[in-house]
């Protein structure tokens, strides 16, 4: 349930989100080396 939540958290904030990220190539790197094998 925990992971549902924050989901739909996630799916809420993206649907207010209106700015691009900067160095998203860069966020993207680090998060599938922390995340190796989920992204």
Partial sequence: SLLKML???TMDIT???TMRTKNWAQILGQLSIYFE???
Avoid: V
């Fill in 7 to 9: 989901y739909l958290a």
């Fill in 15 to 17: 649907k207010k989100w």
């Fill in 37 to 39: 094998g989920r992204i």
